[in-house]
């Protein structure tokens, strides 16, 4: 098939464990829904106060397109940045990064990386 599609009320939410103190988080997997060959995307949901855990991926670079307000933590050591909505956020493969809701609103995101390779993450203590 050339194509696929999938629609907002089609996609399963799985929750994630929340961070100590923190809220969970809910993922939707789509790489092997839509087919993905050489990139993995997954659709995420942040409530207010929920945050990802501190990693660095040392395999795949990552981007993030946001709906919502989202605070990172880039690098080492940490740089606070906002990023509001409809902004981009491209994350070299190697750098630290914590996503985080710290506003009062959901926030959904885009993820998207590349190589589809999971399993290069390295976790680090929060920076939040």
């Known amino acids: 098939m050339a194509f696929r599609v999938t629609r907002p009320d089609e996609v399963e939410w799985i929750e994630r464990e929340p961070e100590p ?24 949901r942040y409530p207010a106060g929920a945050r990802g855990r501190r990693h660095r991926d040392t395999i795949q670079e990552e981007t993030f397109v946001v709906a919502g307000t989202l605070t ?29 809701n710290q506003g009062d609103e959901e926030v959904l995101l885009w993820a998207y990386g590349a190589p589809p390779e999971a399993g290069g993450a390295e976790f680090l203590d929060s920076a939040v």
Do not use: I, M
Request: no cysteine; charged share 20%.
């Open 21 to 44: 103190g923190g809220s969970a988080r809910y993922v939707a997997r789509l790489s092997d829904e839509l087919g993905f060959q050489h990139t993995r995307g997954n659709l995420w």
């Open 72 to 100: 990172v933590y880039l690098g080492e050591p940490p740089e606070q940045v906002e990023v509001p909505q409809g902004g981009v956020v491209h994350v070299e493969a190697g750098t630290e990064l914590q996503l985080a």
